[in-house]
């Protein structure tokens, strides 16, 4: 049997191309977080060194606020990227299921009497096998790698 090829799959998930534009879009977002963040501690700690009150108090306010809004605009974005890849990974799972169970109708019914293409295995490959695909390739290393 030859390996299985990544451009199949990305062929096979083709459809799905926009929610992973949508998903990447996400990804970008959250993966500003942590730049974000740091920018804010060191702003702080900039003010800290301060000698006017005032002003530390000011900017520590200021500093605060936009934690809040990043925090409250963190979660949207991380629900976009997640939503929106799972969404693709889910729906590539129904597609290889589906080809699967089609594949396997196609058989002679004297394919079924051979002990390796049981009930239960079948069964199990149809469950696992597309879920093992969806897991190992796109929806959760894209989701990674962006």
């Known amino acids: 049997m030859p390996a299985p090829s990544i451009w199949k799959v ?20 959250a993966g500003m977080e942590a730049p974000l963040f740091a920018l804010g501690i060191t702003y702080v700690l900039d ?7 005032s002003r ?8 605060s606020l936009v934690f809040i809004g990043v925090a409250v605009a963190t979660v949207p974005i991380y629900m976009l990227q997640h939503y929106f890849y799972t969404l693709m990974g889910e729906r590539l799972t129904t597609r290889v299921r589906l080809s699967m169970f089609s594949v396997i109708l196609r058989n002679e019914i004297g394919w079924f009497d051979l002990d390796e293409n049981n009930t239960g295995s079948l069964v199990s490959n149809l469950a696992a096998g597309a879920t093992l695909l969806r897991r190992s390739t796109l929806a959760d290393r894209v989701s990674t790698i962006v």
């Open 47 to 53: 003010a800290f060194y301060s000698y006017n009150d």
């Open 10 to 29: 990305i062929k096979l998930n083709s459809p799905e191309w926009p929610f992973t534009l949508i998903g990447s879009a996400g990804a970008v977002l």
């Open 56 to 63: 530390i108090k000011h900017e520590i306010r200021v500093v």
